[in-house]
């Protein structure tokens, strides 16, 4: 129904910087959350960034990554992005975008940022 591909991902030094973008195609229809998650190996998943949409926007960053970590859209291209800035390794990690619509979840096939000098 929905397909997702996320770009943007290679390998960077700490300190560097890499914008990830999300293309959303197929059958859209209005979303609640749209979001940015990360992997390493060996470890859970976790969120990001997200936009929670309602009656009003809101968002979420983890604290990993608030104040380096930007999440926005446009909706008329139907692409997210996070702008990532001041990347550490830690940050290393398949990242993978989400998109809940019609209480169905949708990810993409994910990106690997590597942070390493």
């Known amino acids: 129904q929905v397909q997702l591909v996320e770009s943007g991902g290679g390998l960077v030094q700490p300190g560097g910087s890499l914008r990830l973008s999300c293309l959303a195609s197929?059958?859209?229809?209005?979303?609640?959350?749209m979001g940015w998650y990360r992997q390493a190996p060996g470890k859970q998943r976790e969120l990001v960034a997200a936009?929670?949409?309602?009656?009003?926007?809101?968002?979420h960053y983890a604290d990993s990554v608030k104040g380096r970590f930007t999440i926005s859209r446009d909706n008329t291209k139907n692409m997210m992005y996070l702008q990532m800035d001041s990347l550490k390794p830690e940050d290393t990690a398949v990242y993978y975008c989400?998109?809940?619509?019609?209480?169905?979840?949708?990810w993409g096939q994910g990106t690997q940022v590597t942070v390493s000098s």
């Open positions: 989400m998109r809940r619509q019609r209480g169905q979840d949708y």
């Open positions: 197929g059958i859209i229809f209005s979303t609640t959350v």
């Open positions: 936009f929670f949409i309602g009656a009003a926007t809101t968002y």
